[in-house]
């Protein structure tokens, strides 16, 4: 069975640091996109950007480059997505997906990491 | 960036009915345009993919059509399993994305 495992909820001040994790699991970890979505409270959905965990090959959004960092550790199986310093305003769900190579639909999703940054 | 319009941003219909949901790119994406669909305090789930194929496992209800720059999203016969927000997503030949701004379907 295809899954995608996020590490748990974030509270965190204006200025710290954060890496949040996506485990896949159940299929070949190298040969499939991983992709990063943001959703505000009451808000749609923000592409951010994906990587292919096989060669590390990361395309972003205008509006997240230099923003974020995404990372994958092939040998765990597990995507990142961090941040050196924490806004208020990336206060939001953070959703990982995975996308087939050559393909930009996303068929499984992780169920969300809730990050929280507040002073 | 390509931009994705989608409308209506909300809607009301009642059980039974036709219900359909726009989405207009500001360049032509080809077919590159999938749908989704997400209940409250849930992960997205893909609907339609490609603008018109169905997801396995997804009700026959469902579907999807357009290609360039305008697509449109149809249930046929809305169900009250089928109240949510559901989102259209482009995405180019670099595998680069971007999302509509949703669509909340409610029953009337």
């Known amino acids: 069975e295809v899954q995608l495992v996020q590490s748990g909820a974030e509270v965190k001040k204006p200025g710290e640091s954060l890496k949040i994790s996506c485990k896949g699991s159940?299929?070949?970890?190298?040969?499939?996109?991983i992709g990063w979505v943001r959703q505000m409270p009451g808000k749609g959905l923000e592409w951010m950007g994906i990587i292919y965990p096989g060669d590390s090959d990361t395309r972003y959004s205008p509006s997240f480059q230099g923003q974020v960092t995404i990372s994958a550790d092939k040998s765990i199986s597990t995507a990142y997505l961090q941040w050196s310093s924490l806004k208020a305003s990336d206060t939001a769900m953070y959703y990982c997906?995975?996308?087939?190579?050559?393909?930009?639909?996303?068929?499984?999703w992780g169920q969300g990491t809730l990050v929280t940054v507040s002073s | 960036d390509i931009q994705m319009t989608q409308s209506p941003s909300s809607l009301s219909a009642s059980v039974g009915d036709r219900v359909t949901i726009t989405c207009q790119a500001s360049?032509?994406?080809?077919?590159?345009l999938n749908w989704y669909q997400q209940k409250p305090g849930k992960a997205p789930k893909l609907l339609i993919y490609d603008a018109s194929n169905l997801e396995t496992g997804v009700p026959s209800r469902f579907s999807g059509s357009g290609s360039g720059t305008d697509f449109t999203f149809t249930i046929s016969s809305l169900q009250p399993e089928d109240i949510a927000t559901y989102y259209c997503q482009q995405y180019d030949n670099l595998l680069r994305s971007t999302f509509g701004g949703g669509t909340k379907v409610e029953i009337k």
């Open positions: 997906v995975r996308g087939e190579d050559s393909s930009g639909w996303y068929d499984y």
């Open positions: 159940g299929y070949s970890f190298t040969s499939y996109w």
């Open positions: 360049q032509d994406i080809s077919n590159y």
